[in-house]
């Protein structure tokens, strides 16, 4: 069964950096890709970024979101992680990490994901 658990969520200063986590588990095959996504209160739940577990490629929903957002992973700790850096407090809302079973190049819209994390909660505030 197909588990994505995050952590790092908490509160930061804004003009702060935070990393995220994504632990994955339960996946019997290499093709798979982790997103992040977030969404405020109010809002659509929106992408940011992806990757391929087979081959490390990435995806931005924005190429504007690569200014402030990195993700990455560690394959040997089946962890992929985002991190955003120069925190505002428009960035508070829920994270979460969700996979796709067959990776695609789209792998940062909400639709095309399979599994879904319980999200951490990020707020930024002074």
């Known amino acids: 069964q197909v588990q994505l658990v995050e952590s790092g969520g908490g509160l930061v200063q804004p003009g702060g950096s935070l990393k995220l986590s994504c632990g994955v588990s339960?996946?019997?095959?290499?093709?798979?890709?982790i997103g992040w996504f977030r969404q405020a209160p109010g809002k659509e739940r929106e992408g940011i970024s992806c990757?391929?577990?087979?081959?490390?490629?990435?995806?931005y929903a924005e190429e504007s979101m690569k200014a402030r957002f990195t993700i990455s992973r560690d394959t040997a700790k089946d962890t992929v992680y985002l991190e955003v850096k120069n925190l505002k407090p428009e960035d508070t809302a829920v994270y979460y990490c969700?996979?796709?079973?067959?990776?695609?190049?789209?792998?940062?819209?909400?639709?095309?994901?399979?599994?879904w994390g319980q999200g951490t909660q990020v707020t930024v505030s002074s």
């Open positions: 339960g996946f019997t095959s290499d093709y798979y890709a």
């Open positions: 990757i391929s577990n087979w081959d490390g490629s990435t995806n």
């Open positions: 969700a996979a796709e079973r067959i990776a695609t190049l789209r792998c940062y819209l909400p639709r095309n994901m399979d599994y």
